[in-house]
């Protein structure tokens, strides 16, 4: 891949719609699952596995259950999408803007809390507290 090539990948990737909401990891040995919420959907799961797979998991349980069983008894998957008002991209700046004059930082203040409160709510509906799951009351 040559120079224009990456870069023309970069902003292709950086200009994609940014995805919020709620996911999960479900260990497939065992049923448990730690639920959590993002405003990058995509860089979730990147982010959780390589925390996983560096065995720094801030989650103990789920970092010891991933040591036992490996990658392959987990799966990731988005259990709802957040609707946004704005098309927010994975460059930032739509929220970095200063011609916005601050209401950026205000939009994903907004979208953090509605995505925290979606996952709270799967939390309580899946039941995945400790012992049945991985989330800490």
């Known amino acids: 891949m040559n120079k224009e090539q990456r870069k023309r990948m970069v902003e ?24 959590g919420s993002s405003t990058n959907l995509e860089g979730a799961w990147n982010r959780e596995r390589f925390g996983l797979e560096l065995g ?27 609707k946004t008002e704005e098309k927010l991209t994975h460059d930032y700046k739509d929220v970095l803007n200063p011609a916005i004059e601050g209401q950026g930082v205000e939009i994903m203040r907004r979208y953090r809390k509605e995505v925290a409160k979606k996952e709270k709510s799967w939390i309580e509906q899946l039941d995945s507290f400790v012992p049945n799951g991985y989330n800490v009351r």
Not at 62 to 71: P, V
């Open 56 to 82: 720094t998991h801030e989650n103990k349980e789920l970092q010891a259950d991933w040591n036992e069983y490996g990658c392959e008894a987990f799966r990731f998957e988005v259990l709802e999408k957040l």
């Open 12 to 35: 292709s990737y950086q200009e994609k719609p940014r995805e919020m909401g709620v996911y999960s990891i479900t260990n497939l040995m065992n049923g448990r699952r730690l639920i």
